[in-house]
């Protein structure tokens, strides 16, 4: 069962239209994502570099560039510790190229998920020390690390803090919060609660960059050595699920720009391996097909593997290690497949199974599996899911949520019976020890204040849309939007009563159903419309309401009966060299 809804924000798409020289459709759609001024719609429609904001403006970020200028100076060893995940990847990256730019004496850590866990660790820490290393760099992590950078500071070590991450804090009775922060040399994360950048929507990635950018300035590098980091920043902040508003909606657009021309030869590389040489790459593509190939080295191997094809000058082994990544990636895939299906059959034999917040423990499955299959069972049943595995010590898991539950707050409620946790409202992960397995899952349900119909999958309509009003013109004009991605979605439409006059299924596995949709009053609007998932459940619906004669008429194309609401959005499909219009389907009744 779903809710649909159209959303109904008011405002004079007319005179918005007239000013900005565009349709009251556009201008609708604009104002849906929450765009409040003409300034605001003016950047929107117009993305540029400029609209970037300053980094100094960020608490932390001079104290810790003038910190670096001095080691540079003394040629003092550096060491990055970055993380596993793609964003972690992105930021060691970014790190690591600007840091050399400017002559540091640097190199880099990344954690192995399952020997070290996340973030940051004593025994990195002791490395680093026995290494000769004077001060340490955290990237998209160390913001939690309160024990272990006190640890590196009784050791004599210089530490500096970046991340993007919630910043930890203890709850009083009362309800007031306070906030801990690690006792660093300096700490670069937007969301502390009296810095002054004006958004903390950005990732790791991201914080990492505005370092580098403000470093520049300070070492007198030209600012335009900053181009060539842009495409890590835009691939970060995708693969880290950032929304894509603000300055982060102008990195991803321009960052685009670069990776589809890109110079570097491991991102080259990893274009080639995963066969979209020649296709525009787009969000899709960094999401869906690029971030997972990075994430599989840190997830089944070491995501150093990842580092070192963006830093390889080298072709031949920058295809070697691409190829590897994308053989990783396929073994993920797979490994993900039975992770997910051993996961469905113990919900649905569990007594369990009515949970608001579903606990999942499966002992045998790879640790780093653990947030794709919550990520995956979230999605079947639309309730915040924790999958956990066995560990060294313990278990350990990752969870996802669902916009109604903030996964981070709540697990902070049960913080006693964590070893470790942290992440964000959508997502986080978690140790703690086996036999209090039960009594979390309990804990989470008995205090959730989630209600039966905020657990009910909700779709977000932008507006109906006839027939007759879909063009080139208007695909074209709607397509000022992208990049799309969370917190700027693809615009969905909707249509009542649309006649479906004939049905055919399609693809090499029959999972595809190509239809013909009609507007009765003006059947000049005719299109063809497309359902690319569980054609079986179409069939079924149809049955349902018109039987199996209305199925049958509608495969055969003859007097069909049957009429649907659909939630769609058009597109321009091309097929050797001829264009044409289809309305993609995304839910239907």
Known sequence: MEKWFLKNKKANFKVIAQTFGISEILAKLVVNREIKSNEELKAYLHPSLTHLHKPELMKGMKEACEILKDKIADGSKVRIVGDYDVDGVMSTYILYTGLSRCGANVDFEIPERIKDGYGINISIIDAAIA?????????????????????????????????????????????????????????????????????????GGVVAYKLVEYLYSVMGVPSSAMDELLEFAAIATVCDVMDLTNENRDIV?????????????????????????????????????????????????????????????????????????????????????????????????????????????????????????AGRLKERYHKPTIVLTKAHEGVK??????????????????????????????????????????????RLNECTTLTDDEMIPKVSIDMQLPLPAID???????????????????????????????????????????????????????????IFSNVDGFEETVIRKYGEDGLRALYGGFASPVYLDMVFYPDINEYNGVQTIQLMVQNYR
Do not use: W
Request: with cysteine; aromatic share 6%; proline share 3%.
């Open 131 to 203: 290494d000769g290393i004077d001060t340490i760099i955290t990237c998209d992590n160390g913001i939690a690390a309160i024990e272990q950078v006190k640890h590196a500071k009784e050791k004599g070590l210089t530490v500096i803090i970046t991340d993007h991450h919630d910043i930890p804090f203890v709850e009083a009775e009362d309800g007031e919060r306070t906030f801990i922060l690690p006792a660093a040399d300096a700490v670069v994360n937007p969301k502390q609660h009296d810095c002054e950048y004006p958004f903390e929507g950005i990732c």
């Open 253 to 373: 657009y321009y960052g685009l720009d670069r990776i589809n021309k890109t110079t570097n030869l491991g991102l080259q590389a990893l274009i080639d391996a995963t066969g979209i040489t020649g296709k525009k790459i787009a969000v899709y593509h960094l999401g869906f097909v690029i971030g997972p190939c990075i994430n599989a080295s840190g997830r089944l191997e070491s995501a150093k593997l990842a580092l070192q094809l963006f830093l390889s000058k080298d072709k031949e082994f920058a295809k070697a290690l691409a190829k590897e990544l994308k053989e990783l990636n396929d073994d993920r895939k797979e490994m993900t497949i039975n992770g997910v299906e051993e996961a469905i059959l113990k919900i649905e034999e569990s007594e369990n199974q009515d949970d608001k917040v579903l606990v999942v423990y499966l002992p045998s499955c790879h640790e780093s599996l653990a947030g794709i299959i």
């Open 397 to 442: 898991g990752s969870a996802r949520s669902i916009e109604e539950y903030n996964m981070f707050e709540e697990l902070t409620k049960c913080k006693d019976l964590l070893t470790k946790f942290g992440g964000h409202p959508m997502a986080a992960g978690l140790s703690l020890a086996e036999e209090d397995i039960d009594v979390l899952r309990c």
């Open 472 to 530: 080139y013109k208007l695909i074209h004009e709607i397509g000022l939007l992208e990049p799309y991605g969370k917190g700027n979605t693809k615009p969905l439409f909707a249509l009542r009563n649309v006649h479906v006059i004939k049905a055919s299924v399609i693809g090499k596995n029959k999972n595809v159903l190509k239809m013909t949709v009609v507007d009765d009053d003006q059947v000049s609007a005719r299109f063809t419309a497309m």
